[in-house]
């Protein structure tokens, strides 16, 4: 069974992400794929300070829920992060648990579908969505899409039950990440995930 894992960045439990990634839950949850939602808004997450440990060590110097995720990470076959817009961005909180998971873990993403999903009242949405799809990017991670940009809107969780279309999107982007991830795992199964190159690294050591 093909399982996700699915990050709400808010410090709202109950909040505007929080619905958002409830309805995408019970749409995985009815496509068959098993799900485990996890709270990073209201813990106290820091930035990275670029020590350069984890690529000693294979993990985050601050042991937290960085490097009990991770562990999830490296078993699942997707990854949603949810985030409210703050000042335009995603918020602070799930920026230095993004950095942090991504930057401590070497093992391959290739192939796991990620997936960014956001909240705001008014305004900053797209701006934040294209700020978390690159850490999915960078990764060879496929990204999951939908019928909208995967946002709601809303200031409390009622305002987002009464966005119909964003709620809508929410449940056809699960069902495209649901398909996405079966089709992944048999692909792994058949042996034929590409080959892709690595060691280039441009750093101009000679300086020109
Ligand atoms: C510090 C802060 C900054 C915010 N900045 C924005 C913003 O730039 N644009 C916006 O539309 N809403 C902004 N909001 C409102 C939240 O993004 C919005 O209410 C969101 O849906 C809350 O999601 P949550 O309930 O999951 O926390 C901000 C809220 C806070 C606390």
Redesign the pocket.
């Known amino acids: 069974m093909a399982k996700v894992i699915l990050l709400n960045g ?3 439990v109950h ?4 619905t958002a990634l409830d309805e995408m839950i019970r749409t995985f949850e009815a496509e068959g794929v098993e799900t485990e939602l996890i709270q990073v808004g209201n813990q106290a997450i820091r930035g990275c300070v670029a020590c350069g440990s984890c690529a000693k060590t294979g993990k985050c110097v601050f042991d937290d829920l960085v490097n009990e995720v991770a562990k999830k990470f490296e078993e699942a076959d997707g990854l949603v992060v949810g985030s ?5 961005s995603p918020n602070g909180t799930i920026l230095s648990f993004m950095d942090r998971l991504f930057y401590s873990t070497s093992f391959s993403k290739q192939m796991k579908v990620g997936a960014a999903v956001v ?6 949405n797209t701006a934040s969505f294209d700020v978390l799809n690159k850490y999915f990017t960078i990764s060879g991670m496929p990204v999951a899409s939908s019928t909208y940009w995967n946002q709601v809107h ?2 409390t ?1 009622e305002d987002v039950k009464k966005d119909l279309e964003g709620l809508q999107t929410m449940r056809n982007l699960a069902k495209n990440m649901s398909f996405m991830m079966k089709c992944f795992a048999e692909a792994k199964k058949a042996d034929i995930i590409p080959q892709l190159e690595r060691g280039a690294f441009t750093s101009f050591p000679d300086g020109k």
């Open positions: 808010s410090p709202h909040g505007c992400t929080a409210p817009v703050y000042y335009a909240s705001c009242r008014r305004g900053g809303g200031f969780a």
